[in-house]
């Protein structure tokens, strides 16, 4: 299993960026998808999870701001991002429980794309 994210880049406080991170290989289904970020010395935080039922977490600091959603069909993430900050700035990570068999569940992560948001 893959996951390819997209969508990063450069963008002036207050803009927005839309992120995409597919899934790919074999799998039975994806539980869990999400997007965690992380700057350099910092550990990894949570921005924002949906469950395969739609169940949606996001962390208190882009409540409001960022929209999480997913398409099943194309066993895609989003994470459209508005009123961006430069507080936001960091590389971003896909995540998905993906049920490999129907034994195993594994976590994977997707490559990371950097979001810089000047002010």
């Known amino acids: 299993v893959q996951l390819q994210a997209s969508g990063g880049g450069l963008v002036n406080a207050g803009g927005s960026l839309r992120l995409s991170c597919a899934a790919s290989g074999y799998f039975l289904r994806i539980n869990t998808m999400g997007w965690y970020r992380q700057n350099p010395g910092n550990q990894r935080e949570l921005v924002a999870t949906i469950t395969s039922g739609s169940t949606i977490d996001y962390s208190d600091s882009v409540k409001g701001r960022f929209t999480i959603s997913r398409d099943n069909a194309k066993s895609t993430v989003y994470l459209q991002m508005n009123s961006l900050k430069p507080e936001d700035t960091a590389v971003y990570y896909c995540?998905?429980?993906?049920?490999?068999?129907?034994?195993?569940?594994?976590?994977?992560w997707g490559q990371g794309t950097q979001v810089t948001v000047s002010s």
């Open positions: 995540y998905a429980a993906v049920r490999v068999n129907k034994n195993y569940e594994y976590d994977y």
